[in-house]
């Protein structure tokens, strides 16, 4: 049962004391200082207002520390979900998107219920590394129209068509959102170099709203384009059903992206967490909780939530020692909104672009990206494609084509490792040792025994076999159908006790024959010599 307990439940049963209690407490509001920027930035960023990333990040967060299965897990709104929320909401507005993203937690509760999250770790690395990269390009590309204060409509979901769009109203460009977005950039830039230990999104938009509120700078702020940003979470609602009929495929593959993504993402987070500090998640838990947290999430009117690695590695480096940490980091984050919520409103959108683009900086990870280029070409290419599909595509045909491609290049890679190899050569007796897992992409390895002349007898020894698949018993099978056919005598040597388990169950020890199967080589090659009357002559 402790395999299933949320952390949070395992960590205040041992015993939780009250230097324990400050430790998180103030890792809890160190974080909650640096998400409400980023919280507001992402829900701007995916197509919807500012107020649904903060109730994500309170509801969603609070439940993903309180149900989950890390130790240090920080959720909320994060980055690599713009790219995918966007597109949803241009395409069916909140409503859709609220659809969606009940059944994609709907689907991360069954994952971590049926124990899929330990199956998170069978993701390549250059498929994630590509869409990441992909996301972060395509995060940057988002936040032009506010960084330079381009006087245009809704920006366009497709890369190509938004790039046009920001050339044709470029000369629209409103020069104090610029010179406002360039200072909260340098601003971030001078803090990241020479005071890292401050949070540089929250100080580097403190300044510029001072600056903003001082000069009287007229430039777009949350409040004059979504409007004052509300005192308290509203009730929970359930959301409307009403497009799921009309839009029912495309719902279900935007929550399968999601849930997907979001798993990743999730157990992501808690992997670099465990790697700080030598701990250790608990990956279906940690799913259960991700599940509730986005379920919960939506009838509170938010928006999809993840494992926030940025945040969860200050939560840690802030001291943060239980899941406490993160349900204070919620809690702080209300009372943030219930009494401060006017002056979030005055926020500038210029420069909460700039912490968009530093954080886009952030995720794209140039430095491996590049790195990758030296591996080999089928990694090259599954990045790419990831990289490319994301950019220009949408995320979810990067993933799926992705994971296909890497699949195959796998796959590929495997049947070439198994291989006959010819140990002993005779007239009558031909003994080949198979090595590698015969499985259905290996199973035209045996053709290759087929060349005239035939011996009398073949002798395959199969201890270098680890694992057979059906596809490779029944290549099994046609062979000894085919030596039967040419009157040649087939034995088996040397096979592994699993392998041997499948061939009895398949039936092929049975249409074989015990006496033709032997556990040494040297007993089937007697036999071979036995069978062969031209040598006994």
């Excluded at 439940?9 to 324990?20: A, N």
């Excluded at 103030?26 to 995916?46: D, E, K, N, Q, R």
């Excluded at 909260?184 to 001072?210: E, F, H, N, Q, Y």
């Excluded at 210029?350 to 990694?379: C, I, P, R, Y």
Aim: one cysteine or more; hydrophobic letters at 50%; aromatic letters at 10%.
């Amino acid at each position: 049962m402790n395999s299933w307990l949320p952390k949070s439940f395992s960590c205040l049963r041992k015993g939780y004391t009250g230097e324990t209690f400050k430790k998180d407490l103030l890792a809890g509001l160190t974080v909650a200082v640096i998400s409400v920027p980023l919280a507001m930035a992402f829900a701007i960023a995916s197509g919807v207002t500012p107020d649904r990333g903060l109730f994500t990040a309170i509801i969603a967060g609070f439940l993903i520390s309180a149900l989950g299965g890390s130790r240090y897990q920080i959720g909320g709104p994060t980055g690599a979900f713009v790219v995918i929320l966007y597109s949803i909401v241009q395409k069916t507005g909140y409503e859709g998107l609220a659809i969606s993203s009940l059944l994609a937690g709907l689907l991360i509760l069954l994952m971590g219920i049926f124990r899929l999250g330990s199956w998170i770790k069978y993701i390549p690395h250059p498929l994630v590394t590509g869409f990441t990269t992909g996301i972060a390009v395509v995060i940057f590309s988002s936040q032009i129209k506010d960084f330079f204060g381009l006087q245009m409509g809704a920006v366009p979901a497709d890369f190509i068509a938004k790039w046009e769009a920001y050339w044709h109203h470029f000369p629209t460009l409103h020069l104090p959102t610029l010179l406002l977005a360039l200072g909260t950039l340098s601003t971030i830039i001078a803090i990241r170099r020479w005071m890292p230990k401050l949070p540089w999104g929250i100080s580097a938009i403190l300044v510029a709203t001072a600056v903003c509120q001082f000069f009287h700078l007229d430039v777009e702020t949350i409040q004059s384009k979504f409007g004052q940003i509300p005192h308290s979470l509203p009730l929970p609602a359930w959301p409307s059903m009403a497009m799921l009929k009309s839009h029912f495929s495309e719902i279900v593959q935007n929550a399968l992206a999601i849930a997907f993504l979001g798993g990743i993402e999730s157990l992501l987070s808690c992997v670099i967490a465990d790697g700080m500090t030598g701990g250790r998640h608990r990956p279906n838990t940690e799913l259960i909780g991700q599940g509730i947290g986005n379920i919960a999430s939506v009838f509170f009117g938010g928006i999809p939530a993840t494992g926030a690695i940025a945040r969860t590695a200050a939560n840690v480096k802030s001291g943060a020692q239980t899941p406490v940490a993160g349900m204070i980091n919620a809690v702080a984050l209300l009372l943030i909104l219930v009494f401060f919520a006017p002056v979030v409103s005055w926020v500038t959108l210029g420069a909460l672009a700039a912490v968009l683009m530093m954080v886009a900086w952030n995720m794209s990870e140039l430095h491996h990206f590049m790195q990758l280029f030296k591996a080999k070409h089928t990694d090259v290419l599954t990045m790419m494609t990831a990289f490319s599909l994301t950019v220009f595509v949408d995320i979810t045909s990067a993933i799926f084509v992705s994971m296909f491609l890497a699949c195959l290049s796998f796959m590929k890679e495997m049947s070439e490792q198994a291989k006959p190899i010819h140990t002993q050569a005779h007239p009558y007796i031909w003994v080949y040792e198979i090595e590698g897992p015969l499985f259905f992409g290996a199973t035209d390895l045996f053709k290759k025994l087929q060349v005239e002349p035939f011996p009398k007898v073949f002798v395959l020894r199969l201890q270098r076999v680890p694992l057979i698949d059906a596809s490779g018993m029944h290549a099994i099978r046609e062979f000894s159908r085919f030596c039967k056919r040419k009157n040649i005598a087939l034995l088996l040597a040397e096979i592994p006790e699993k392998v041997m388990h499948d061939l009895h169950q398949f039936g092929v020890v049975h249409q074989i024959g015990d006496q033709h199967i032997f556990s040494r080589a040297d007993e089937a090659i007697a036999k071979a010599r036995s069978l062969c009357p031209e040598l006994t002559a």
